[in-house]
């Protein structure tokens, strides 16, 4: 489906489009005839606004940090009897290498 709003905003190629949200251009053109991702034909060459594009990330990321948190939850509770200090330590631990993580990308 193609957007009618106003076309300026739709300023990403598709190739860009498939770059920034991880998705090949095959699936974002899926995307777009099913009316979930607005695009807009500019001399003949679909474009896309980036907000949408970047919404199509956002649920992946947020289903990542869950799932991870769950994974630390179960890592801590399958630990050994650790003291409680010990055990928040741990905790602590793999958490700090999440946030390492995250600040090298």
């Not at 957007?3 to 739709?10: G, K, L």
């Not at 948190?69 to 801590?76: G, R, Y």
């Not at 009897?81 to 290498?97: C, N, T, V």
Request: glycine share 4%; charged share 30%.
């Amino acid at each position: 489906m193609l957007a009618v709003a106003d076309p300026t905003q739709f300023t990403l190629s598709l190739a860009e489009a498939a770059t920034r949200s991880g998705y090949n251009e095959r699936h974002l053109r899926r995307l777009k005839d099913s009316g979930r991702l607005p695009a807009a034909k500019l001399k003949g060459a679909l474009r896309f606004r980036p907000e949408d594009v970047e919404a199509l990330t956002r649920p992946r990321i947020a289903d990542a940090e869950a799932e991870h948190e769950q994974l630390v939850a179960a890592i801590v509770a399958a630990a050994p009897a650790f003291s409680p200090a010990r055990r928040a330590a741990i905790e602590a631990a793999l958490r700090g290498a999440e946030r390492q993580t995250a600040t090298r990308t």
